[in-house]
């Protein structure tokens, strides 16, 4: 119980950060193109164990596995609800086809390549065991997404399509992170693979998977209609609205966690019902309750997560874990895990128009989604929450393993000591490459606003004042777009 006592206590320090980050943030995020969760992070290292051993979730001992399990499965249930309610009314069924397409073999592809890195850069591992740790990292989630969803730099420079899309699918697939990491695990601790793969069917997708959409679906569905009648009957206001942004999403993850199915889905999926005849939405789109939930949770989670990174676990020669092997993972999945299927099969999402959009999907849909939001302060505050689901995964996944003895006894026990080190270090490399990413762009966009007002001045002087005038026009307009709008093709000159 002192334990329990001793990291509620703690938890002062997260929200102290916030508090922190408040009263600059924005001149940071507007003059420095650094956003929250950033921020966030670089405070909970400096406040974590690895620096100044002021906030150590891992000192909580058992409890460690457990809270941080629920702080993360509470932040994703409540990203992923607003998510279904953001999206356009009836956007599931109208678009089945192409969220077939992005969500099931795009994950199946990154999961089956992500987990040969694996497998070759740590050979300790088997190749199931690489699978296990590959589940972690499949999920884009929606949160993520969310970050080029709002906002008039979103709304200006990536189409709508393409878009919602991206956050349909990256809702979609944060949930079905789960029947890919059940039949690793089953298939690690089981004896038979009859019993390993009978149980993934029936436990991981028909239990797990179909019961949990169908439930939150029917909870969503509805709450809608009893808001509805309320609304008509006056027993309601525009708060009671904004409220369920909260209530409902925290309900329907406590029912479908006492059921035992796939809580992260049913959220998604009441979420959908909740807005599927787009009532709900234009009751609450103009409110910006959900922003300041998202703000305020991605502070404290972020801040939770820096202080909760193993470092010293990064250096581990006992288990084959090196630094440089964890860059070169980082890099691969940067490069591999989504790009090569998308170019593949762009064609057969509609909402993918050319080559570019589906090199824009594959990169920025999971990794680099936030300069999006960096270079739109209006952008949703949700971003760079691949974070967040792989460590939540990667938690979920020790509970079903055994705790690990020194030296581990067999792959399971090898597994369970590695699958946070692994998963942690690819977290941390994402967050590093957007916080070194914003700033560059930034800079370039600065260099060659300078660069073209230099051309356009010394034009000036010995052109005509028409032929002045269009080159301005057109400077302006370059000088305008920013290294990203170049590279993907997404900005066009009017």
């Known amino acids: 119980m002192h334990v329990l006592v001793a990291a509620l206590a703690d938890w002062e320090r997260p929200l102290s950060g916030g508090v922190y980050f408040s009263l600059v943030s924005l001149l940071i995020k507007e003059r420095l193109y650094v956003n929250e969760v950033v921020l966030g992070t670089v405070f909970g290292i400096i ?23 629920e702080v993360t499965r509470i932040v994703l249930v409540i990203g992923l609800f607003a998510a279904g309610v953001e999206l356009p009314r009836a956007y599931m069924k109208t678009h089945a086809k192409s969220l077939l397409v992005m969500v099931v073999p795009t994950m199946a592809f990154g999961w089956v390549v992500v987990a040969a890195f694996i497998h070759v850069l740590f050979p300790k591992l088997d ?12 999920p884009t989630d929606p949160v993520t997404c969310a970050a080029i969803t709002h906002g008039e730099f979103a709304k200006k420079h990536v189409p709508e399509d393409l878009r919602h899309i991206l956050l349909a699918e990256a809702a979609a697939n944060d949930g079905l992170a789960y029947p890919f990491l059940s039949i690793s695990i089953y298939l690690t601790v089981e004896t038979s693979v009859q019993t390993a793969i009978g149980k993934w069917f029936l436990v991981g997708w028909l239990y797990q998977v179909v019961l949990g959409t169908t439930l939150g679906a029917v909870l969503g569905l509805m709450f809608s209609k009893l808001m509805n009648i309320s609304r008509k009957q006056g027993f309601i206001n525009h ?96 490069l591999l895990r989504r790009i ?59 509970t079903r393993l055994p705790t690990p003895e020194n030296p581990p006894a067999d792959q399971a026990q090898y ?80």
């Open 239 to 334: 708060g009671s609205y904004i409220a369920q942004y909260l209530a409902l999403p925290i309900f329907t993850m406590g029912v479908a966690s006492t059921v035992g199915v796939d809580d992260l889905l049913a959220a998604f999926a009441a979420g959908c019902a909740m807005s599927w005849d787009g009532h709900f939405y234009q009751q609450t789109k103009d409110d910006s309750f959900s922003f300041v939930i998202d703000y305020v949770l991605n502070c404290c989670c972020f801040i939770y997560i820096g202080a909760w990174l193993p470092f010293h676990a990064y250096d581990s020669p006992e288990y084959g874990i090196t630094p440089w092997k964890l860059v070169l993972l980082v890099i691969a999945i940067l």
């Open 47 to 69: 406040i974590g164990p690895f620096v100044s051993n002021i906030f150590a979730p891992r000192s909580w001992g058992s409890l460690n596995n457990a809270i941080t399990l």
């Open 415 to 494: 597994l369970a000591a590695t699958i946070q080190p692994i998963v942690s270090f690819v977290v941390l490399g994402s967050l590093v490459i957007h916080g070194l990413s914003i700033p560059f762009f930034n800079v370039g966009r600065i260099a060659r606003s300078n660069t073209f007002s230099s051309t356009t001045s010394s034009s000036t002087t010995s052109s005509s004042s028409k032929m002045s005038t269009d080159h301005t026009h057109v400077a302006d307009q370059i000088a305008s777009m920013t290294s990203l709008d170049v590279y993907f093709g997404i900005h066009h000159i009017q």
């Open 127 to 138: 190749y199931l065991s690489a699978l296990c740790i590959a589940a972690c990292l499949t």
């Open 340 to 398: 090569p299927f998308l170019l593949a099969v762009y064609k057969l999402v509609p909402e993918i128009k050319s080559w570019q959009q589906a090199l824009f999907s594959g990169h920025f849909g999971e990794w680099l989604i936030s300069i999006w939001h960096l270079l739109s302060p209006q952008v949703s505050e949700s971003c760079i929450q691949m974070g967040v689901s792989a460590v939540f995964v990667s938690t979920l996944a020790l």
